[in-house]
């Protein structure tokens, strides 16, 4: 794909591995060759990555960077085409691909309905859900003796506590799932994609007629008869779709890496374990906080666009070129973690990340992510006290995914069940 914008030749180009292999080893590449570099993504679309965290953390902030990918000069001249498997992360209709009064606009229903206070009115239901996943573990023991807990714990509960909080029937969960996966994997084919993205409008539009029919407890219902203070408020029904599209992927996809790469962390590192086992319950938060800096769930998150020509570290990014920020990566940046930002530790001083974003697109639901991680790990350790990781963490396979930050699979013993 030819790349119209003009070169410099002091940005080296770098290709990204679209299936994740190892994600921390590329970040640290791409922050030795500068604190700018160019990105080439599969398909030869080429985007901009800041490897800094700091210059990372101003430029999202920046007013004049945005989200709305009407901007983005490549796609406005066809240079990327419209099924490319990846464009479902950046084309969407909602406060995600929005900037100023439009992204206050489709933001606002959001903050009335999607609260801290909803969020923490479900944490009774969240229990029952760990209860029973958890009494449902030894039950999927393979014959070799082991189970895989991401596949039986940590991605059934969140799937479960999103949909159930935004209304998606039971027997939707599945394909929900299995859609996602399609536009998160970096293995899609363009006819998978477009075939996606189509069953996925169909399954929203049928959810809405029966939530219009029959209004229930839940965030379709609210915001489907929300008005809004203001007239403009009212989501459209693609707005709507396009919202809870992503809330479904967001509120599920970051829990289920954020439980499997606590765990993964805490049994590759005995010490550590130990220390929360010797805590309080607040030693779990600490844990949940170095696992969203040191292994964060999203690996890279595209794109914003200049609405003007911008300058980073000396580098000029052109007005309407995409830039791809690398969030993982930039949470283990030496220059704010210092030489052993590649050590996880759950007593290190530096507590703040930027494991949800930042700047005014920053993400909306690090509370619900955040419960979901203390009802999930807590009673997981305390339930199998022998936990241990069934294979060598290098067979581990990540997850093939420019976004998603995680293995496939995370198979362990559970050892002799306490109860």
Sequence with gaps: MTDTTLEQPTVPLFPIDPLGTDRHGEAAQMRDLGPVVR???PG????????DYTLLAELTADPRVGRDWRNWTALRRGEVPDDWPLLGMIRLNNLMARDGAEHRRLRRPLTRHFTRARVERMAPRIDQIVATML???PRQVAADGTVDLRRHYAYPFPMQVICELI???EQWWARFRALIDTVIRADTTA???VAAQQERHELFQRLFAMRRA???DDLTSALLTDDGDEAEDAFTDEELEDTLWTLIGAGHETSISLIVNATRALLTHPEQLAMVRAGDRGTWGQVIEETLRWDSPVGNFPARFPTEDVTVAGVTIPKGDAILAPWSGVNRDPQQYGETADRFDITRP????LAFGSGPHVCIGPALARLEGMAALPPLFARYPELRLAVDPAELTAVPSIFSNSVTGLPVH???EQR
């Excluded at 530096?350 to 990340?353: G, Q």
């Design 135 to 137: 009494d449902d573990l």
């Design 350 to 353: 530096v507590k703040r990340h």
């Design 44 to 51: 030869g679309v080429r985007m901009w990555v800041v490897t």
């Design 214 to 216: 029959e209004p229930a």
């Design 167 to 169: 209304g998606v029937p």
């Design 414 to 416: 559970l050892g002799p």
């Design 39 to 41: 990105a080439v993504l």
């Design 191 to 193: 006819e998978q994609f």
